[in-house]
């Protein structure tokens, strides 16, 4: 936990946010800014700033963020249609948020 992280705070409660997923582990949220129909969140409860801080023993947590993502992408009806998921890493990577965090976007009409 890192006292300064929003993600931190959102996680604890600090900073009302629906959850779209909860467990031990992960949850997934909306973007509070989103840049597509279907743009949510997905973030490890470890505070992790960056992939680059990433280390073997998180092997798992990365594995079913993924796992996550896809199940919220069936239940947000995107599935079939298609989505992206997104790490951005570091500044030059577009990373305004450091505590590590997947983006699932989609849901553009012309992916019907
Ligand atoms: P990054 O650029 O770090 O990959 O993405 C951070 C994302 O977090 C941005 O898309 C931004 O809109 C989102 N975000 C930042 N603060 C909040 C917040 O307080 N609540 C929610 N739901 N999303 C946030
Ligand atoms: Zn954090």
New binding site residues.
């Given amino acids: 936990m890192s006292d300064e992280c929003?993600?931190c705070?959102?996680i604890k409660g600090d900073?009302e946010?629906q959850f779209v997923y909860d467990d031990d582990e992960i949850v997934a949220?909306?973007?509070?800014?989103?840049?597509a129909p279907i743009?949510l969140?997905v973030v490890p409860k470890k505070h992790i700033p960056t992939v680059n801080a990433l280390d073997e023993s998180d092997a798992p947590l990365i594995g079913k963020m993924v796992l996550v993502a896809k199940g919220l992408a069936k239940d947000f009806g995107v599935n079939e249609s298609g989505y992206r998921l997104?790490?951005?890493v570091e500044r030059g990577?577009?990373?305004?948020?450091?505590?590590i965090?997947m983006?699932l976007v989609g849901g553009w009409e012309n992916d019907k």
């Fill in positions: 929003i993600f705070k959102i900073i946010t949220f909306k973007d509070i800014h989103p840049q743009h969140l997104i790490i951005n990577g577009g990373q305004l948020v450091f505590h965090h983006h």
